[in-house]
């Protein structure tokens, strides 16, 4: 299994920066491993959302169907979090968003675990090798898409 987990800060409140990451529409605007991401159905954000990834991976493009587990909002005193999981014949991916509030914004810890199913899970070591890369972009975005988010 691989593993990336990124910590970035943002200006902007919790509950604003939880709302535009929650629905996970979005993650085609701040992750350039993502090539498109739409609803596919259920409240944007809301636990049960199913969301169509297309992520470009070894130069394939992946079609990975997220459904949101979880989603909390934060509260002024308490984080919130989004719990994400996509299963396909290839992958598992299971994602944790983390939004804490913070005297003067927020804090956004995003945890992801990838795991190779089948005849492929002898690969996990090139796997974790190909996260980190895939996750050093991802996080790179993701601290860009919340700097920018606005402040209310």
Do not use: C, N
């Not at 605007?29 to 609803?39: F, I, N, Q, Y």
């Not at 130069?59 to 990975?64: A, D």
């Amino acid at each position: 299994m691989a593993h990336y987990s990124t910590t970035v800060q943002s200006p902007a409140p919790a509950a604003d920066i939880f709302a535009y990451l929650a629905d996970f529409a979005t993650v085609a605007e701040w992750d350039p491993g993502v090539k498109s991401a739409h609803l596919l159905g259920g409240e944007p954000g809301r636990t049960g959302a199913r969301y169509l990834v297309k992520a470009g991976f070894l130069g394939r493009t992946l079609p990975l169907e997220y459904v949101i587990l979880e989603s909390i909002e934060p509260t002024e005193e308490f984080a919130g979090r989004v719990v994400l999981e996509a299963i396909s014949s290839d992958f598992r991916s299971y994602d944790i968003i983390t939004v804490a509030p913070r005297p003067k914004g927020s804090t956004v810890t995003y945890d992801a675990d990838l795991a190779l199913r089948g005849f492929r899970r002898p690969f996990d070591p090139f796997l974790r090798l190909a996260f980190k890369v895939i996750g050093d972009r991802a996080s790179s975005g993701l601290q860009s898409a919340v700097q920018l988010r606005r402040v209310t």
